[in-house]
């Protein structure tokens, strides 16, 4: 197992993944362009989702830190230096010489061309340095070695939760011969035109947003309408693109509906329900099936739970700790997080099973090594389910006393069904008349 499949199972502990869009080029110099939400964590998914041993590169004094540094070493990462950093960038031409070799080679390396990680809601402007490289690694072998450019989206449903996923986008590949002649006229126009063709691609499979408090009233937007074979973090992307267009050619009307979304969002959460809750159909049977299911999920998983917290309190302590005493953003929560509980969570289990060997006996050391462990994932996800699981308990004892305000609320969601419907259709038709006039003409 190589470092790239090691770091990719133990981020599955911590995110679960989901791969959208086309099949990845499984041979052939390629650059994967991705954008960069989430620190360290960001690369491992990319390599995971696109099944290939990627080439790296990494901010020089990241090589100087005595544990990541060692790692991004045994990876073959390559150093960029940077004057944010105070390093001399003339050292860079170092850097690109090995990425034309690496793609000369047949291989694929993965860039991140915002340049930064980050905790915004929309893309950042592309740095150069993804086409200047695979522009001169073409120009260097006579543009016969047809380099291909791959956009990748990564949209995390939370960076910072246990468990939850990230969407990776696969957007379609960029043929890097296509700008031969323009590079040959003028190379810089060249980097600029193909940037902003990375940039396009990008967009395409990225989730953009005016600001973060946008989400939930589009998420809202998203589940009011039917559902179609996309994919949730599709829907929202066109559900946002819909958006900035709505604001271009109706700016009132986008805000009238934010407001109605928003005041229909906040009935909701003041009611303790769901979307889900308007629809649903409470009947005997389904009552008794509920109880019962978690009746006996509560026996079975009580205990573990139970059992999984006290055996591994100390290292979550510690690894809180940590977080705790760091003033870190939401981009690089999720890397110190995992990366401390790297650190504790090894470091513990080998002590409990000495100690519990030492004074309880080597057999129960041994089914403690196999046990304790799953014991311990299952405490996250048994918590969510119980809440859950309360929440439904709460809607359904208490909707017989809420009968005016439920029907108030299944009447707004019709008439913003309607509402969304319609735009969905103007904006169609908005769409369609500069086509219908460019064929005109």
Not at 125 to 142: C, F, N, S
Not at 146 to 154: H, R
Not at 159 to 188: L, M
Not at 274 to 279: A, V
Request: glycine share 6%.
């Amino acid at each position: 197992m190589n470092l790239q499949s090691f770091f990719g199972r133990i981020v599955d502990l911590y995110h679960t993944s989901t791969r959208l869009g086309v099949q990845p080029p499984k041979s052939g110099p390629t650059i994967f362009v991705a954008n960069h939400p989430n620190g360290l964590i960001d690369p491992i998914v990319v390599a995971k989702v696109v099944q290939r041993r990627l080439l790296f590169l990494a901010k020089a004094p990241l090589f100087k830190v005595p544990v990541l540094g060692a790692m991004a070493k045994s990876g073959g990462a390559i150093p960029v230096y940077r004057k944010v950093d105070g390093d001399d960038t003339g050292q860079n031409s170092g850097m690109f010489q090995a990425v034309f070799d690496s793609l000369a080679e047949g291989r694929a390396i993965c860039l991140f061309p915002e340049g930064i990680s980050h905790n915004l809601p929309e893309l950042q402007r592309l740095k150069t340095g993804a086409a200047r490289m695979a522009l001169g690694a073409e120009a260097e072998h006579e543009f016969v070695l047809d380099i291909q450019i791959v956009p990748v989206g990564l949209t995390y449903r939370s960076k910072t939760h246990f468990r939850s996923n990230v969407a990776a986008e696969i957007g379609p590949a960029i043929r890097v011969r296509d700008w031969q002649r323009q590079y040959e006229i003028d190379p810089w126009q060249a980097v600029e035109s193909l940037t902003k063709h990375i940039a396009d691609g990008m967009k395409a499979v990225t989730l953009n947003l005016q600001q973060w408090e946008d989400l939930p009233l589009l998420e809202l937007a998203e589940a009011l309408l039917p559902e179609d074979d996309d994919h949730k973090v599709q829907r929202l992307r066109s559900f946002a693109a819909a958006g900035l267009e709505l604001e271009k050619l109706d700016p009132e009307r986008l805000i009238r509906l934010r407001e109605r979304l928003a005041v229909f969002r906040s009935r909701l959460d003041n009611y303790g329900l769901d979307l889900h809750h308007l629809d649903a159909a409470y009947n005997p049977r389904r009552v008794v099936s509920f109880v019962f299911r978690n009746l006996v999920s509560m026996l079975i998983g009580v205990p573990a739970v139970i059992l999984g917290t006290i055996a591994y309190l100390p290292p979550l302590l510690a690894v809180n700790w940590v977080l705790r005493r760091r003033a870190d953003p939401d981009d690089v929560y999720s890397t110190i997080r995992l990366l401390a509980a790297m650190l504790f969570f090894p470091i513990w289990q080998v002590v409990l099973t000495l100690l519990i060997g030492n004074y309880v006996g080597w057999l129960w050391a041994l089914i403690s090594l196999i046990v304790l462990p799953f014991a311990g994932l299952s405490v996250r996800s048994f918590a969510r389910r119980r809440n859950q699981a309360l929440r439904e308990a709460w809607v359904f004892l208490t909707m017989p006393f809420q009968g005016r305000q439920h029907r108030l609320l299944i009447r707004e969601k019709q008439r913003l069904q309607t509402e969304l419907a319609a735009l969905a259709k103007a904006l169609i038709v908005a769409e369609q008349k500069p086509a219908a006039h460019a064929r005109v003409n």
